[in-house]
């Protein structure tokens, strides 16, 4: 009952959250720890893993955090481009059109393998940790520009594009 009591007199001092990377961390022993979320937010550390972000203009559509995922979060369909459509940020040359790219953080455990592997750096993890919905298809999220009708028509364009090189290759077979 004396440490009921104890802590019930102690509950009246507020703390205040503190990182962990300060240096009074452990400093204040008593009051109440709880905090009053959303009002009050845990300060994030910079190095930790929490929503994924994907800048699309960044991406070669390459497939490698798709391939790492432990858990199969990352959905991704190319479509190879016949023109040309521009460079990454990093001067990375874009050969590939995304056509999806979905990302289920439902389903994502926030490892960060897939922005380990990501070569030109467009997969991120923010400081946001927090993300709330009501709907569990909310929580899949497309980062791909290009709708199914546009995809349809890169689609064609490509299968166009092989047809005439076909047809210029076997004419330049049957030439010689």
């Given at each position: 009952?004396?440490?009921?009591?104890?802590?019930?007199?102690?509950?009246?001092?507020?703390?205040?959250?503190?990182?962990v990377n300060k240096s009074n961390y452990?400093?204040?022993?008593?009051?109440?720890?709880?905090?009053?979320?959303?009002?009050?937010?845990?300060?994030?550390?910079?190095?930790g893993r929490y929503q994924l972000e994907v800048e699309i203009d960044d991406c070669i559509v390459c497939d490698l955090c798709a391939k790492i995922c432990p858990?199969?979060?990352?959905?991704?369909?190319?479509?190879?481009?016949?023109?040309?459509?521009?460079?990454?940020?990093?001067g990375t040359t874009k050969r590939l059109h995304?056509?999806?790219?979905f990302i289920d953080h439902a389903k994502c455990m926030y490892c960060g393998l897939c922005t380990t592997v990501c070569p030109t750096e467009c997969i991120t993890m923010t400081n946001e940790y927090d993300r709330s919905v009501i709907d569990l298809n909310e929580m899949n999220l497309k980062f791909s520009v290009m709708n199914e009708i546009e995809a349809e028509e890169k689609r064609i364009a490509l299968e166009k594009f092989n047809a005439e090189k076909l047809a210029a290759k076997a004419a330049l077979l049957k030439k010689e």
């Open positions: 009952m004396r440490l009921t009591l104890k802590h019930l007199f102690a509950a009246r001092n507020l703390r205040k959250p503190v990182g452990f400093a204040q022993q008593e009051g109440i720890v709880t905090i009053q979320y959303p009002h009050q937010e845990i300060p994030v550390p910079e190095v858990v199969d979060c990352i959905e991704i369909e190319s479509i190879k481009a016949v023109e040309d459509i521009g460079k990454t940020s990093d995304a056509a999806k790219f």
